[in-house]
């Protein structure tokens, strides 16, 4: 059974998010409605503690520590909003609830957006994320890398990349609908099926969003840092991967599970019923709960 | 009592704590797999019953036959060094007893049950108590971990850890995949399936998902309507406010009316657009079988001559 609260949730983000997404909106449009949504996000705990240093080059981004007392382990979390946009707040209540449950800190990157930086500037940010967290010494065993939809994309590409450069792995990564495939080959699977259940996602503008990210380089497509699920995983660490039976993005999550299990990478996917599109960030929904609950519990698995 | 203190990690505290730790893995995993199971216990009580009744059997032949008394040792010997931590440790030994009761409770209780109670409120009550007790292991592994799982190896001493070590069990089994097959078949296999399926089990029938379908059309179809609404009023306030003197103003009027109007007749002709599509659809998709039937009957009356 789906939670009052998530149907109300699904049907404010079909009449919203999705329309604004189906519409010919400019980018600065869509940024501001998105701000306008956020007020209706909480903001972060009074037991999370949030410090900026030491920053990064090119963008902002923010530490979170639980007062409770930190272990090792740290989370770096990308977040998601189609490479072009996103919801601050709300991202930042998601990494400070994982970081609750598993005793963590976070690390949170707002990495450059397109289409004033398309790619590589926002792998390049997340890149320099990845390698400060060594550099400070943290221990790759302890860390796990996150992602939510365009985020989840950015870090299996980190992943993909840390490989490339022979740095250390993390211990795992958890990829939240990660928007994996930006060829344009969906002519079939649950981005046609899924069209009209997808509460908050629309196609309609997929073309204009992969124009937007690659800038000049569109035939970069096809390339397994901006469409991970042409990659070769090996090498990878285990990947658990969490998305919604109704999502145009479900497919992406089992292509990059599958050719992963083939390079002999563990990577679990969890299905969930009638979800919509980033439900972990849903903070009012006892399904977010759940799901955190659930991440909390691979992170344990993988840095015990 | 010897009082001197390790400087550093002893090595055999050192392993004794990376096993603790190691042993949360296992914990951790099987929760996750209670937590699946639990939620699919009144739609598949049957399956879902063997996979939670192992799970359980697994938690109490190891994790409180062995895993918890290790952590008793060791919260004794803290309390004997630190008795700032008094109050939190015997707290937490208490979950541990309290933890086996309710664990043994679950066994029996999903054991002892019929199907038919499973699928019905006797199961949604057993499913909320699998939740609650979910969220007290979760929360009980967070407390250890901050309170005392740092703090062991900075107090206790090379003689403490001795008697700690002393006396030790098994492994915890879910690291050798042959001994989950053989003790615990269910939890094994489910363990083993890399893909979960979270909340609905049975598959919706293709005419109520037919409907569905047109519900979320005409859903999108209003969320579209209001949101151009109200883009066609922002853009009449705008083209109001930037009126300046009669003549602007009544040609702001003539525009905004027209527009408006032309916004009028999309509201009546797109949702009957839409009731005149989704009607012929269903009436089509209610039709199909009658006709598929009545064509394979004529194919067969022709295939017998």
Known sequence: ?304 | MSTTQSSKPSNPGHAFMRALRQDHVGLSRVMREIDTQAHRLTEDPEGARAILVDAFRYLLRYHHAYHHPREDRLFAHIRARDDELEQTLQKLSHEHESGEQETERLADDLTHASSEDLAGEYGAALVNRINDYLRHTRTHMRHEETVFYSRAERVLTDEDWLAITADDGPDDPITDIRTMRASYPALARSLDDPTSHLGLNRPERSSSNELRLQVLALTDLYGGLMYEAIDLTRTNFRRLKSARGPVSLVRAAGTIYADNLRFAGQCVTRPSRWAVNTGAGLIVGWLKPYMNDQQDRTGEQFGGE
């Open chain 1, 1 to 304: 059974m789906v939670s009052w609260q998530t149907r109300t949730a699904k049907l404010l983000s079909r009449l919203t998010i999705r329309q604004s997404l189906k519409r010919e909106l400019s980018i600065a449009d869509m940024r501001e409605r998105i701000r306008s949504m956020e007020r209706f996000f909480p903001s972060v705990p009074d037991d999370i503690h949030i410090e900026n240093e030491p920053g990064l080059s090119h963008c902002d981004a923010e530490w979170l520590t639980p007062s409770s007392g930190p272990t090792e382990r740290v989370i770096l979390h990308l977040p998601g909003g189609a490479f072009m946009t996103r919801f601050v707040r709300a991202e930042r209540l998601l990494l400070a609830r994982m970081c609750r449950a598993t005793n963590a800190r976070g690390r949170l990157v707002f990495y450059r957006l397109a289409p004033e930086n398309p790619y590589p500037a926002g792998l390049d940010d997340c890149m320099e994320a990845y390698q400060q967290i060594l550099d400070l010494g943290i221990p790759p065993e302890h860390l796990i890398i996150s992602g939510v939809s365009a985020g989840g994309c950015l870090a299996l590409s980190v992943l993909l990349k840390a490989r490339d450069l022979d740095l250390p792995m993390p211990a795992g990564a958890i990829l939240m609908s990660p928007a994996a495939d930006m060829t344009d080959e969906s002519t079939d699977g649950s981005r046609v099926a899924n069209a009209a259940r997808d509460a908050v996602l629309s196609l309609e503008r997929g073309d204009e969003i992969r124009r937007l990210y690659l800038g000049e380089h569109v035939e970069l497509a096809n390339h397994p840092y901006i469409s991970p699920v042409l990659a070769d995983y090996t090498g990878l660490p285990p990947l658990f991967f969490q998305v919604s039976g109704s999502e145009i993005l479900l497919d992406d999550s089992h292509r990059c599970a599958e050719r992963a299990r083939a390079c002999g990478v563990p990577a679990e996917v969890e299905v969930w019923d009638r979800m919509p599109h980033g439900w972990q960030a849903l903070s009012f929904a006892p399904e977010s709960g759940r799901a955190i609950a659930r991440l909390a519990d691979f992170i344990r698995e993988r840095c015990p």
